[in-house]
Nanobody, 126 residues
Framework: VQLQASGGGLVQAGGSLRLSCVSSGFTSRGYSMGWFRQAPGKEREFVAVVSHNTVSTYYADSVKGRFTVSRDNAKNTVYLQMDSLKPEDTAVYYC????????????????????WGQGTLVTVSS
């Protein structure tokens, strides 16, 4: 099982980045897919999730209206489009896959996630 995240980098406040995560080694279309992030000195937190059938999406309040999560099951890929970035968005972003329905991800503990990607660093300068 592998989740390969990419797309992180350095961007100025107000800018945009698009993260991608390609999965392999399991049937990802049977899983909810999404993103968590971890800032220096803080716990890993939920960011966004898309349901296995792409119908439903959920977001943390801190990113709602600025980030868009999507997936392409034909490509085994989940995306996170990040617009209007703020310095407080600086973190390592991890893609995740879990069999729990997407609406429960707000309370999903990182230790309970089925699969993790390796993380990609996003740095937003002010």
């Amino acid at each position: 099982v592998q989740l390969q995240a990419s797309g992180g980098g350095l961007v100025q406040a107000g800018g945009s980045l698009r993260l991608s995560c390609v999965s392999s080694g399991f049937t990802s279309r049977g899983y909810s897919m999404g993103w968590f992030r971890q800032a220096p000195g803080k716990e890993r937190e939920f960011v966004a999730v898309v349901s296995h059938n792409t119908v439903s999406t959920y977001y943390a309040d801190s990113v709602k209206g600025r980030f868009t999560v999507s997936r392409d099951n034909a490509k085994n890929t989940v995306y996170l489009q990040m617009d209007s970035l703020k310095p407080e968005d600086t973190a390592v972003y991890y893609c995740a896959a879990d069999r729990r329905i997407s609406s429960t991800w707000y309370t999903l503990r990182p230790v309970d996630v089925d699969y993790w990607g390796q993380g990609t660093l996003v740095t937003v300068s002010s």
